[in-house]
T-cell receptor, first 114, second 117 residues
């Protein structure tokens, strides 16, 4: 049982390049999330999904797109990377029902945009 | 919108002593969940403890316990018998008990805890 995995773990991009971060979970969770973590700002929600084929904007969605074509995968795309998108990105998942909707996190992806 | 505030950017404690991390939140909802997550240098986010708002009894998990004051909207974390492995960033988080647009966590900015040997 791998839990939540993220690919890649590290990436360096030049301004204007594009990339996709992949999140996969094997817990059959309905909900999936993408966060970014910046120094002094905690984790901020970028986009999330409450089920296959559905996505919704979070707190800081600009410059990112997402897709949830399969229940177990949640993709985060950067179409034209900017230095302001240098951050650590976390994916998380949680069940739709349960005692507390605990979120399980992936190990993070450190992205640097030069 | 809900907000979570952690007013202590950094804390330190002697090994084997007790430390309390503060968290306050703002919400108009009556039912919700509160969490403390730990993030060690490995970056992995680990759930430490959770509290359900409708339960008056404070949650405990081994050396970790909370002081949940619903009326004051306060949710502090107490770590007893601090160990070197407790050194980490600690995040307080809020989650509505209702779905339909509320299926997300709101995090505080974190408290960095240092353990002094």
């Amino acid at each position: 049982n791998a839990g939540v995995t993220q690919t890649p773990k590290f990436r360096v991009l030049k301004t204007g390049q594009s990339m996709t971060l992949l999140c996969a979970q094997d817990m059959n969770h309905e909900y999936m999330y993408w966060y970014r973590q910046d120094p002094g700002m905690g984790l901020r929600l970028i986009h999330y999904s409450v089920g296959e084929g559905t996505t919704a904007k979070g707190e800081v969605p600009d410059g990112y797109n997402v897709s949830r074509l399969k229940k177990q995968n949640f993709l985060l795309g950067l179409e034209s990377a900017a230095p302001s998108q240098t951050s650590v990105y976390f994916c998380a998942s949680s069940a739709r029902t349960g005692e507390s909707y605990e979120q399980y996190f992936g190990p993070g992806t450190r992205l640097t945009v030069t | 919108a809900q907000t979570v505030t952690q007013s202590q950017p950094e804390m330190s404690v002697q090994e084997a002593e007790t430390v309390t991390l503060s968290c306050t939140y703002d919400t108009s909802e009556s039912d919700y969940y509160l969490f403390w997550y730990k993030q060690p240098p490995s970056r992995q986010m680990i759930l430490v403890i959770r509290q359900e708002a409708y339960k008056q009894q404070n949650a405990t998990e081994n050396r970790f316990s909370v002081n949940f004051q619903k009326a004051a909207k306060s949710f502090s974390l107490k770590i007893s018998d601090s160990q070197l492995g407790d050194a980490a960033m600690y995040f307080c988080a809020y989650r509505s008990a209702f779905n339909f647009g509320n299926e997300k966590l709101t995090f505080g900015t974190g408290t960095r805890l240092t353990i002094i040997p």
